[in-house]
Each structure stands twice: as structure tokens, then as C-alpha cells.
């Protein structure tokens, strides 16, 4: 079998390779973002990934079937690892909002829209698809660290405001599972997948704290308001978190509704489908759907498919949050239950709660029946 490419992403991992390897060659190693030292030199390359990284003038002599991918000379570059409020937000000052278009994250947005959403220029659409895979690596290598069925995913719109009962309900549901060990995940933008990561960010705290957090952000309800990111950047600093983490996976797409920093991890994208993918196919401990709109529905029946045909082994509990929305404004889960009932579907976990202990519970109670085990 083949091995796995070792990759190497740092300047103090790149030394400890060369000491290791004292001058001998080196097979299948993927080098990540890294001004290469003159030490390269000693050594010759076979197998071997260069991305993004700077190389010293004549290295590329030494390499034997390897792959150069350089800089593409964009404002995004290849990512060693999932961005944070810190590097996506580096530039904003805390309190003067207009200083939120000098950001990182905004300098990349002008750039999206400038060459168009739909880029048929070749170099863009590939440094744009090398970011995109960065970041998958990226987001793939920070879960390793999770058992996969205790990442817990929420649905729902951004249109939820922070002033809404529905906010509070979904915060108090990301704490309670946080605190359980769960990984909460969510499309990282406002509304619901906010108050997902409200939650996970003050876990380990009072309720009487997160509803003070809530007020504190309801002063700017909407994310169309001026105040949005900055009542979000308060709540940070007042009650820092360093043992909680959770993840927000937005995309640029939609890059008109700021990402929250209150996601601890933020894997950002330009390639929406594989953001929304990539959720549902990770989210194994369960997904929350909250009320929404277009984009939640599409995201219950491509849930709903995967759970059917077993794609990753299991189905994992599809839990809908709010019992009228669901029943009668939007009556999906009776549709559901359904065709379930006739075998059109099989396979599927349903639950259905307007409380926070039942969703909980539901969620923690769920042990995977793996198929062929």
C-alpha cells in the first residue's frame, strides 16, 4: 500500500525534517506554504509537493517527479490552517466599524466579486480551487482530533435575529451539547448558525452570562447592522474562551453576510457547494434544523438521501427545531415521517422539539448502527 504524502507546514517542522533525514534523499513529502531554508540544499526530492511555497533559486534542480504549485500572486494563497476571527478579521478596530472594509476577509471578497463569482480565468479558478483544498486539509486535519459522530451540526437561516427567542433556544442548545463533548458546526454566518456558535463559545459559563452575551448583541439585532461584527468582537473580549472550540465553514459566495467570530475555527471557502457538502458529511453526531427557508430545505433532503442510502456507513439523527414551523408553516416533517412510513425512505432518525433538554437529549443519546457491524 502506498504511503500517505508526510506534510509539512511549518519552518520548525521543515529543520526537524532535514535533521532527521541528515542529507539523504526525501520521497513524498508535501511542503506547505514555507520559505524553503538554504538546508534544502543538502538534500534531493522525489515524490515530493511544493505549495505555495518560496524556493531558493536552483532548487528546483534537485527535485525528481515532483509537483511545484508557486504563489498565484493573489490576495489568497494556500492555508496551513483554518483561518480565526484574528486572521480573517485582521485589520477591523474594535469600535469603529468602518475600519471592517480594510479586512483580510473583505480585501478577498472585493477581489471575488471583481473577477467575477464565476471566474473563467485560469489562474484564478486554480488558486481559488488550491485555497479551497487547503482549507478542506486543513479542516480535515483540526477533526482528526474529534470522534466523527461527536460533531453535531445546525441548519437554519441567517435571517434569525438576535433579539428572536429562536436565537436563545438554538445558544442554549449549542452550550448544553458543547458541554457534553460535542463539536458543534455550523455554516459560520449570522442568524442561527451565530447562535450556534454563541453557545459553543460560552459554554462552561452561567445561562445568566449567555443571556447577558445575547443582550449585549441585540443591541445590533441584524447582521445588516453596522454594529453586527463589532457587538460580536465585545462578546469575545469579555468572556475570552480557550477550552471550548467550534467550527464555522461560510463561503465568500455569500460574502455580504459576515462570518461570526465567534466560530473559534472559521473554514472559509469559495466554492459553496463543497461548503454545504461538507457539512452535512461531517455533521455524523447529528444535525439541528432550525426554521429557514430555500437553503434549509435543500439541506434536509440532501440529509435526508444520505441517511437513506447509508453513504457513510450510518444515518445520524435529523433533529427539526420548532414544532409549528415544521408541522404547519413548512410541514416538511409530516411530509417526511411519510414517506418514510411507505418505504420511500429508510433508514432515517426524526425528531421533533421546541425544547432545549428534549433536543439534547436526543442528540446524546444517539449511538450509530454502523452497516456490516
Not at 434569525?160 to 451539547?177: G, N, P
Not at 463559545?201 to 443571556?211: P, V
Request: hydrophobic share 40%; with cysteine; net charge neutral.
Amino acid at each position: 500500500m502506498r504511503q500517505n504524502y508526510l506534510i509539512v507546514k511549518t519552518q520548525d517542522e521543515c529543520k526537524r525534517l532535514f535533521a532527521s533525514t541528515s542529507g539523504q534523499p526525501i520521497t513524498r513529502v508535501a511542503f506547505q506554504g514555507l520559505d524553503m531554508p538554504q538546508e534544502a540544499f543538502a538534500h534531493t526530492y522525489k515524490n515530493c509537493l511544493f505549495l505555495a511555497c518560496r524556493m531558493p533559486r536552483g532548487l528546483k534542480r534537485q527535485l525528481t517527479d515532483s509537483l511545484v504549485f508557486p504563489e498565484m500572486g493573489e490576495l489568497f494563497t494556500v492555508q496551513s490552517e483554518l483561518y480565526t476571527a484574528s486572521t480573517l478579521y485582521a485589520g477591523y478596530q474594535p469600535g469603529n466599524p468602518r475600519t471592517f472594509k480594510d479586512t483580510y476577509d473583505q480585501h478577498v471578497y472585493q477581489h471575488y466579486l471583481k473577477r467575477g463569482k464565476r471566474s473563467t480565468d485560469i489562474k484564478e479558478t486554480l488558486a481559488r480551487t488550491l485555497h479551497d483544498h487547503s482549507i478542506s486539509m486543513a479542516l480535515h486535519e483540526f477533526l482528526s482530533a474529534y470522534p466523527p459522530f461527536d460533531v453535531v451540526g445546525v441548519m437554519g437561516g441567517h435571517s434569525i435575529r438576535r433579539d428572536d427567542a429562536q436565537f436563545a433556544t438554538v445558544a442554549h442548545i449549542s452550550k448544553r451539547l458543547t458541554e457534553s463533548g460535542k463539536l458543534m458546526i455550523s455554516g459560520g454566518g449570522p442568524g442561527a448558525m451565530e447562535a450556534t456558535h454563541l453557545g459553543a463559545w460560552m459554554a462552561g459559563r452561567t445561562d445568566e452570562e449567555l443571556a447577558q452575551a445575547i443582550r449585549m448583541l441585540s443591541t445590533a439585532p441584524e447582521y445588516t447592522h453596522p454594529m453586527w461584527l463589532d457587538t460580536a468582537m465585545q462578546v469575545r473580549l469579555r468572556w475570552p474562551q480557550t477550552r471550548y472550540e467550534s467550527v464555522g465553514i461560510p463561503t465568500w459566495l455569500y460574502g455580504h453576510e459576515s462570518a461570526t467570530p465567534l466560530a473559534t475555527r472559521i473554514a472559509k471557502y469559495f466554492d459553496n457547494s463543497i461548503r454545504e457538502d461538507g457539512i452535512l458529511t461531517l455533521a455524523m453526531g447529528g444535525i439541528v434544523f432550525t426554521p429557514g427557508s430555500a437553503g434549509t430545505l435543500q439541506e434536509i433532503f440532501q440529509e435526508a438521501v444520505q441517511d437513506h442510502y447509508l453513504s457513510f456507513g450510518t444515518s445520524s439523527p435529523m433533529i427539526f427545531l420548532g414544532v409549528d414551523f415544521w408541522t404547519k408553516e413548512i410541514p416538511v416533517y409530516p411530509l417526511i415521517q411519510d414517506l418514510l412510513a411507505r418505504g420511500k425512505y429508510k433508514n432515517l432518525i426524526l425528531g421533533l422539539s421546541d425544547d432545549v433538554e428534549s433536543v439534547v437529549k436526543q442528540i446524546n443519546d444517539f449511538r450509530p448502527a454502523v452497516a456490516g457491524q
